[in-house]
């Protein structure tokens, strides 16, 4: 299980500025229990930047120095909680990047390989680890080839899990050049962990929006289960919309 935070803003800046010295410090504190690992990925305007570890951003100081000074108008952070027994490594360290893409997820699907015939062949070659994200990632891939359109593809491909697979939670965030999506998707809760643990929220500003897990900060909006949102990078127009209308059009 895993914490997500994405954003985008009219201007680049750095996630510090973005959230202030009480809500980053809240975020990374995140990192105690989500400790296996890191990873950032960022528009740099020239494409993808991306930095990961498999270890505790809190403890990191590579994390926090991008943070403090690594300013981008559209971006997203991953901390990581090892489940269904995958290895602490780097290759299984979200997010994952291909096509100018990037992903990160929140949940499990069990077993991994249930994933791998959403995946076309040419796109399961590879891959950096082993672990059912990625492979959730790849099989969003797949479907945009086939579909083109990169929101309803993203909403079959959770579609297309959620009918057959056991799963915990399908939420992920996907950062493409020009928009940042955010799909809600869960099953009940996480053992161990409160109510809200799938649930998603985000905050618009006129600085910027904000999607993110629960657990820290204020004013969030809900995202309902079943519900995508995208936030264009040019303009900041934030859409929430029932998956299924997109699965159906």
């Keep these: 299980m895993c914490r997500l935070l994405g954003w985008a803003a009219p201007s680049p800046v750095t996630l510090a500025d973005l959230l202030g010295r009480r809500d980053r410090k809240a975020f990374t504190a995140l990192s105690r229990l989500h400790a296996d690992g890191w990873g950032v990925a960022w528009n740099t305007g020239r494409g993808l930047g991306v930095r990961k570890s498999p270890d505790a951003a ?39 990047t291909a096509q100018g893409m990037a992903f990160a997820h929140n949940g499990s699907v069990r077993p991994p390989s249930s994933l791998d015939r959403f995946v076309r062949p040419d796109l399961g070659e590879g891959m950096e680890g082993e672990t059912d994200s990625e492979r959730y990632f790849r099989a969003v891939l797949s479907r945009v080839a086939e579909d083109g359109a990169i929101d309803r593809a993203l909403v079959r491909t959770v579609d297309a899990i959620a009918a057959d697979t056991e799963f915990s939670s399908l939420n992920c965030l996907l950062l493409t050049p020009d928009t940042l999506y955010a799909a809600c998707r869960f099953r009940g809760t996480q053992e161990g962990e409160g109510p809200d643990y799938f649930h998603l929220g985000y905050r618009v500003t006129d600085d910027a929006v904000v999607v993110s897990s629960s657990g820290w900060g204020k004013g969030w909006q809900p995202l309902a289960d079943g519900e995508l949102l995208a936030v264009r990078r040019a303009t900041l127009e934030v859409s929430v919309v029932p998956m299924r209308e997109l699965a159906t059009n």
């Design 58 to 96: 809190r403890r990191n100081r590579d994390f926090a120095t991008w943070a403090r000074n690594v300013p981008a108008d559209l971006g997203m952070v991953h901390l990581r909680r090892a489940t269904l027994g995958l290895a602490v490594h780097a290759g299984n360290t979200h997010p994952f």
